[in-house]
């Protein structure tokens, strides 16, 4: 009996329940009736828009095929007619025979040409063909206004893929010319009238392509003109894959079909061109009509399943409040190793700042900003599974050896980012450093190997720093970036004078990054010389900056602001595919370009070189690269087999600064190099320091036995000169012969007589 009123009112909420749901059944069957009647009028519209889309794409494809035609003349036109031979020929007493063979045989036999005007620059007709028949007028008043038209747009309307260096008057009118002082061919095509009958014209200048002094005048033009005739609708027919393609007055309204206007030189009505029109809506509605009976059999499914939806609709609000937990997990976790992310820390960050300034708790809040270094490296070299494990072992490391009090988060890629509740100031963030650097004493072993890993870290402390979360972290950011700056493997604590200079380097970087990817850093030679006679045997490529601002920014500010940014590689390419180009046609000679270790350990060098000559085109026996000592001790392996892969590709390899670095036989007999410098210290002091004097005749004594040939760099005097020739440096390279000069000056040294008269003087 005490249980009947619990009965009863469960009872009750059941009926409640069933009747809810059968007003939802009810109310989604109404849905689906109003979503089914939108449907069928919304698939009527689709379908209509199909259809215009369809009609509009052929009107689109039939104007471009015309275009193309016209097109195709004119650059036949313009092809054949800059030619010195066409500029004298047209007007001398003999010009039929030549003209029978050049002009009105070769594009009435190639191009289908059917009429031919030889025209003055005013649009006076000169000769006339019809076909390779030297004729009267050809019936040319009837298109004179338009050829004259067309003449007078083309000189400044009819681009080239040469740019304008410069206009020169002509006669009456200014005239394009190259950077060559060659004249720029120009023309223009449409469309006209020619006998009630729709043709393609084309105007073509005739100007010389190796004199021009043998235009004095406005040059004369050629016009072309090919009806379109039935072997053109043919083509279009066959190229478009349309029907019964024809030519009319007037709009073709007959059903079924599509139709274009033909617009000439001023946009006037020429004729129509049309063709039967396939519109893709009756084929759709024949093809989705089984749909239609599917989607009838999912209407009633869907109103019988309604009430069993509604039934397990309590079961799946239990599951989605357990998923929704898991989401809320997951929105603020990393999913690689497990730690909070940015946005909780952000979180946490915020209620600690909040802490000790509202609530006027004790202590500072220090925020931690950790990096792997070179993290990218080992990436690269060791494969992402590599560093994917190594993030996770940090993470683990850090978790396991640090405070249970401290908030450890990772960011992404290799930042870690630690937040500490403690007091004491600089003293507690020198301890929180020390501690983040201890922990990397011990190597990480990864599939088998062994990494010797190193933090930089940057530590910022509020709110004596800052009360607002996002900059108390850009300032731990800019410490980890001075951190960075001085060479890893240490902590900074943030200071005042950081700001401005980090804000600085990072313009800088952009500002490098942006000179990459738009091209405006230059190149610079400097010769190699001979140490006996003089004469220039090659050059060393040299990277500039010229800044639009700043002026020109040293390599030696530049190049460590690339370096730091991740900018290497792609500065590297750059330096490569400008030389490539630069001097892929210069005299014979050899060019020398600096390879950063960044570049060498990049597992795509090798493929990333192979595409470069196969772009450029240049010969790799020309190409000397040149690398450091330093390379050769970082995965010597790695790097022997990438110095091997470009020998074998027709490569020379020099040894760059040999003597200031990591010297050593071992690798100098590991790898045949073509050639070592020797670094420009040892011959600054050679007339004063008698021990750099025997450290250079002991460096060209070991290269000669090696074979390698020996280059001295920085030679800056004419005693310097003589002592290295006589320790036995058989080329040179200094300011007493040259600085290094753009690449135009670089190619006129080439030129023999200058050269001599240079080395002489």
Known sequence: MGTGPFIGQRRLRQETGASSAWWIVAATFLALLALTAALIAAFRNSTEIAD????????????????????????ADLLQMQWDDAVTKLNSPDFEVWA???????????????????????????HC?????????????????????????????????????TWRPLGSVAWPYDAKGLPLARGLSSMTSLGGQPAFVAVGSVIPDVTPGLLSHQPDYIVLVRMLDDKVIADLKGSLLLDDVRFSNGPDIEPGRNSLAMKGVDAQDIGWLSWKSEPPGPSILRRTAPLLAVYILFFVGVVVGGAIIVRRMRR??????????????????????????????MQRLRQELIACVERRQLGDVFVAYVDIDRFKVVNDTLGHHVGDELVRQVAMRLRRSLPPGDFLS?????????????????????????????????????????????????????????????????????????????????????????????KLRREMETELRRAITRDELTMAYQPIVNAADGQILGFEALVRWPHPERGAIRPGLFVPVAEQAGLMVPLGNWVLRR?????????????????????????????????????????????????????????????????????????????????????????????????IKIDRSFVQNIETDLDA??????????????????????????????????AGCQMIQGHLFWQAMPPEEAIALLDVPQQKSRRSA
């Open 52 to 75: 215009e889309f369809a009609r509009t794409e052929e009107r689109r494809l039939v104007e471009r095929f015309v275009e193309r035609t016209g097109e195709q003349i004119l650059e």
């Open 100 to 126: 029978r063979n050049f002009l009105a045989g070769y594009f009435a036999g190639s191009h289908d040409i059917d009429r031919i005007y030889h025209v003055r620059f005013d649009g006076e007709l000169v």
């Open 129 to 165: 063909w019809e076909g390779r028949r030297l004729a009267q007028t050809c019936n040319f008043a009837s298109i004179a206004t338009q050829v004259r038209k067309l003449v007078r747009r083309s000189v400044k309307e009819g681009q080239t893929e040469i740019p304008v260096a």
């Open 316 to 345: 799946t609000t239990s599951e989605l409040v357990a998923s929704e937990a898991q989401a809320q997990h997951n929105a603020l976790h990393d999913a690689m190793s497990g730690l909070p992310n940015r946005t909780h820390f």
């Open 410 to 502: 990772r960011f992404g890629g290799d930042e870690f980012v630690l937040l500490r509740r403690a007091t004491g100031g600089r003293a507690a963030a020198d301890m929180l450093g020390r501690q983040i650097m201890a922990l990397m004493n011990e190597p990480f072993v990864i599939s088998g190997n062994n990494l010797d890993i190193s933090f930089s870290c940057g530590i910022s402390w509020g709110p004596e720093q800052s009360e607002d979360p996002g900059e108390l972290l850009r300032r731990a950011d800019i410490a980890l970036y001075r951190a960075k700056q001085r060479g890893r493997a240490r902590f900074r604590r943030f200071t005042r004078d950081m700001d401005a200079s980090v």
């Open 579 to 675: 030389v490539f180009s630069e001097c892929r046609d210069w005299p014979d000679c050899d060019i020398s370009v600096n390879l950063s270790p960044l570049q060498i350990m990049a597992s795509d060098f090798l493929a990333n070189i192979d595409r470069l000559v196969r772009e450029t085109g240049v010969d790799p026996r020309r190409i000397v690269l040149e690398v450091t000592e330093g390379v050769m001790l970082d995965r010597s392996d790695h790097v022997v087999d990438v110095l091997k892969g470009l020998n074998y590709r027709g490569f020379r390899i020099a040894l760059d600064d040999f003597g200031i670095g990591y010297s050593s036989l071992s690798y100098l007999r590991s790898f045949q190099f073509d050639r």
């Open 693 to 726: 004097h025997s450290i250079l005749r002991a460096i060209v004594s070991l290269g000669h036995t090696l074979r390698m040939k020996v280059v001295a760099e920085g030679v800056e005097t004419p005693v310097q000169r003589a002592l290295v020739q006589a």
